[in-house]
């Protein structure tokens, strides 16, 4: 390739350097986001500058410097996280280290070092996340160390090693590769010595414990993962797949908040439920917040791993003892048919009709005027009587309504008609509230995307709902979805508003719809075989793993006998090959070997330590034997021998041998 001309004209050691650099800034790019932008700023700087300098051949900068410079890099890290201890201070620290580490390259020592801090630097992004797409980009800076590694110790004079450097790295990574295998399977995961800090995914979060109208449409414009769902069965219909989240009770004119922030209610939810049992699987992102996402309703708390704990609130949000910060595998046992909540008014009921005062005139108003308009209507039929001015008013779902004002509830009914579902179901809510009947706010996930790759329901962010509980006697609470009547594709099929997608997105789905349904889905069933078996690879799947092997009551401490066991076995076999390796090191040597043999076979004497030279003095009769012989010293030793090691070889099954 001509535009690699100019790099494989340079010195041995400039292109090392400039190949080392390049490692490193594959190993540092990843984590940008999450560095302080003039940690980043001067990673990229230092970089840049020691690329300039082994370009040019020119002189690395004095210690002086390097000196101001990590002072520099020490003060700025204490002004930044004020500590110079913990994750991202640490993190920060270890970049800008690497970083001016690679200024004063003027020894293998100084690589050395390099190399290592390249290392650990690498081993950090693990820190932020554990997503696929980061090991397999660990997993080329990982070859890329090591080819930098092997070409260390490769002889100076050597002109071209970094290919042969690579392939010696990706044979030892194919080596070591089993035994990362067994490692990672029987390595005994003892909490909290397993694992990566708590806090690696924190301040990832979808759904929030409070709404205010007019911010759950971001969601919509997140693509991400919220959770995976795998049913034991066939599927419930795609109208029945609500998912709880938050229930959002108290309202004081702009934000929906629950009832018990503190979560600390729990309590009888006089919950019924009738019919068969769905029974399914919940992979749920991390979030940073305690709630268990299931569908309505579940009796019954989620089997959680070791160590959690769930309650149920007696508005049937399910809750964890502690957020979730990784991923969370959970099964869940839900009723399609359900009734819950006091089936006569009580006073509990009456902070369910409670509005702020002095918010919605016109709303209030409305209320006034339907209650004249059907004196004595029971809750069904105001409801019905809602959901119909909804649905013939001219009133439109909506990613962009627009900013809402004071009145939120007075500018959808009479204003804007037009909304997210949050809008219309607060404006719904507020509505009945005015009625006097008992609602309130539902926050969750309805729907999902089948992947027929793997047959787990995909749900994301922009699947995000919000919609209403209204109480009616004999019944109790009861799910009204008013953004079904806006909008019936939103709710019972996949019909979603679409964010903007980039330039390549939306031509690949513009050309192929297909194709692009064909890749996501494909991606998707990759990252989730990658969340379920190695993200989610727990201790009760090793403990799992010994029951299928045989073990009746498996403990972490026959995980430890197991993996010894294998540990000498596969030691063991190294000694073996090893042995059988040191014998076929050389070709060479093998072939003059049995050439030494064939002889000793009639009657003729081979010292072990004889060359070539004195083997063929030992025939003097046997001129093709003798000439075979003396071509193999010619070409170990002679400096341009016109032979090859395969010839010989070929020649030597010819040969004639004394009898």
């Given at each position: ?39 980043a ?29 990590l ?92 290919r ?16 990362m ?36 449409a ?59 049992p ?52 959970y ?97 719904f ?103 379920q ?6 201790q ?45 090191h ?10 030494r ?42 400096p ?14 010819r ?5």
């Open positions: 390739m001509r535009w690699l001309t100019p790099f494989t004209t340079l010195p041995r050691d400039s292109r090392d350097t400039l190949f080392l650099l390049a490692v490193i800034a594959w190993v540092v790019l990843p984590q940008v986001g999450n560095l302080p932008v003039w940690c700023l001067t990673t990229a700087g230092v970089l840049g500058w020691r690329g300039w300098l082994a370009w040019k051949s020119r002189p690395l900068p004095s210690r002086w410097w390097l000196a101001v410079l002072g520099m890099a020490l003060a700025a890290t204490l002004a930044t996280h004020k500590t110079l201890l913990g994750r991202d201070a640490g993190v920060t620290l270890i970049v800008v280290l690497l970083a001016l580490k690679t200024l004063e390259l003027r020894a293998r020592r100084d690589a050395f070092v390099v190399f290592f801090l390249g290392f650990f630097t690498m081993l950090s992004n693990f820190f932020f996340s554990q997503s696929l797409l980061t090991a397999i980009a660990m997993l080329v800076a990982l070859l890329g160390l090591l080819t930098a590694l092997v070409n260390a110790h490769m002889p100076v004079e050597n002109k071209a090693p970094l042969e450097a690579a392939r010696i790295a990706g044979g030892m990574a194919l080596l070591g590769a089993p035994i295998a067994v490692l990672f399977v029987l390595f005994p995961r003892m909490a909290p010595l397993w694992g990566v800090p708590s806090d690696a995914m924190a301040g990832r979060s979808g759904l929030s414990n409070q709404m205010q109208v007019g911010t759950m971001s969601l919509a414009l997140d693509d991400g993962i919220a959770m995976r769902v795998k049913f034991d069965g066939p599927p419930p219909a795609q109208r029945d797949l609500y998912f709880r989240g938050p229930v959002l009770s108290l309202f004081d004119g702009r934000t929906w908040q629950p009832r018990y922030n503190d979560f600390s209610r729990t309590g009888a939810s006089d919950l019924q439920v009738s019919g068969p769905l029974k399914y699987q919940v992979t749920l992102e991390p979030n940073n917040r305690p709630w268990l996402l299931a569908l309505d309703a579940t009796p019954q708390a989620p089997a959680l791993p070791d160590g959690l704990s769930a309650v149920m609130t007696p508005d049937l949000q399910w809750l964890a003892s502690r957020p979730t910060t990784d991923l969370l595998r099964q869940a046992q839900s009723y399609s048919q359900f009734r819950y909540g006091p089936q006569r008014a009580n006073l509990s009921l009456q902070s369910f009709v409670e509005l702020p005062a002095g918010f919605n005139p016109r709303t209030l108003q409305l209320a006034a005027d339907m209650r004249r308009a059907q004196p004595g209507a029971d809750t069904a039929a105001l409801v019905q009587t809602v959901l119909t001015r909804l649905r013939t008013g001219g009133y439109a779902y909506t990613l962009d309504p627009g900013l809402y004002g004071r009145d939120t509830a007075d500018e959808f009914w009479f204003d804007r008609k037009e909304g997210f579902c949050e809008h219309i179901a607060s404006s809510v507020i509505l009945m509230r005015a009625l006097d009947i008992p609602a309130r706010v539902v926050t969750g996930y309805q729907g999902g995307e089948l992947n027929g790759v793997d047959g787990f329901w995909v749900v994301r962010q922009s699947d995000a709902h919000a919609w209403a509980e209204v109480w009616t006697a004999g019944q109790g609470w009861t799910r009204v979805d008013p953004t079904g009547a806006v909008s019936p594709g939103r709710v019972g099929s996949f019909t979603r508003l679409q964010a903007p997608r980039g330039a390549i997105a939306n031509t690949l789905a513009t050309v192929s719809p297909d194709t692009a349904r064909r890749l996501r889905a494909a991606w998707d069933a990759v990252n989730n075989g990658w969340n078996w190695v993200l989610n690879y727990s009760s799947k090793q403990l799992n793993l010994l029951k299928n092997i045989g073990f009746d009551s498996p403990e972490w401490e026959d995980l430890g006998k197991v993996l010894a066991a294998l540990l000498v076995l596969a030691s063991l076999g190294g000694a073996a090959w090893a042995q059988w390796e040191r014998r076929q050389d070709p060479w040597l093998r072939l003059l070997d049995q050439a043999r064939k002889l000793a076979k009639v009657g003729i004497t081979v010292p072990a330590s004889a060359a070539p030279r004195q083997m063929a003095a030992l025939v003097p009769d046997q001129p093709a034997l003798r000439d075979w012989l003396l071509q193999m010293e010619s070409l170990r030793y002679a341009h021998s016109p032979g090859s090691l395969a010839a010989l070889r070929r020649a030597f099954k040969l004639v041998w004394p009898r």
